[in-house]
């Protein structure tokens, strides 16, 4: 049990009292009435709806609430998204998970097993087909994919948090939309390379082939003006 006091009487509670994930909390009328927390109900249901928000608890009609395992990626992506809104750039979070998977990318690869590789050739092949078959589909599942495969192993919240974050990032501000068929080659190509290295075990070969190919799109001609714009 944690001395660590959250600011929130309702969170304290949840970790006072030992609630692990797919535990069910007791109702609101039970957290009010039985004196668990000495707090109105509608003070319980402020509190209760920024654990949802954080992804802490799970609020289901049939199953009440219960507790879910900890991930970092809410508080994350809501905090980042409320930043965009607010005129920060995208930019700028990109280069905070460039320098996030760069720092664990040799640690992340000697984790990876057969199974893990094959699924990201799967992604290449599926991004390949994508892009040979009229008409084309920007393979953007693959490439959230392909990344996120490479840290799958790593016990770290807050790593993973920040790279799952920034794929949805990615995809609200919507970078995807704005790139052109060259462009997507060279993606692509540069991720067959680095599976190459990885399954060689050149991770660094492989790390140096990754941070060359985060700097395409600010280098790619065709995307200078909606650049400009977005700030990148």
């Known amino acids: 049990m944690s001395d660590i006091n959250l600011g929130s009487d309702f969170l304290n509670f949840i970790i006072r009292q030992g609630f692990q994930p797919g535990d069910r909390l007791p109702s609101i009328q039970e957290l009010t009435g039985d004196a668990h927390l000495d707090m109105s109900a509608n003070k319980v249901r402020e509190q209760l709806e920024v654990a949802r928000m954080m992804g802490w608890v799970e609020v289901r009609s049939k199953r009440g609430t219960r507790i879910k395992e900890y991930a970092f990626t809410p508080a994350v992506r809501l905090s980042a998204l409320y930043a965009l809104a607010c005129g ?8 905070l998970r460039n320098h996030v998977e760069a720092a664990y990318w040799n640690e992340a690869c000697a984790l990876l097993n057969g199974a893990d590789l094959d699924s990201m050739q799967d992604c290449i092949d599926s991004a390949n087909q994508k892009l040979d078959s009229p008409p084309i589909h920007i ?14 192993h790593l016990e770290n919240p807050f790593v993973l948090g920040i790279l799952e974050a920034y794929w949805d990032l990615y995809e609200e501000v919507g970078v995807n939309r704005y790139m052109d068929y060259s462009y997507l080659r060279q993606v692509w190509d540069y991720h067959s390379r680095i599976l190459q290295l990885i399954r060689s075990g050149d991770f660094e070969q492989a790390r140096g082939a990754f ?19 977005r700030g990148i």
């Open 88 to 95: 920060e750039r995208f930019e700028s979070f990109a280069s």
């Open 139 to 152: 393979p953007n599942p693959e490439h959230r994919q392909f990344h996120l495969l490479v840290f799958r």
């Open 211 to 229: 941070i060359e190919h985060t700097s395409l799109l600010r280098y790619e001609p065709n995307n200078a003006s909606w650049a400009m714009e």
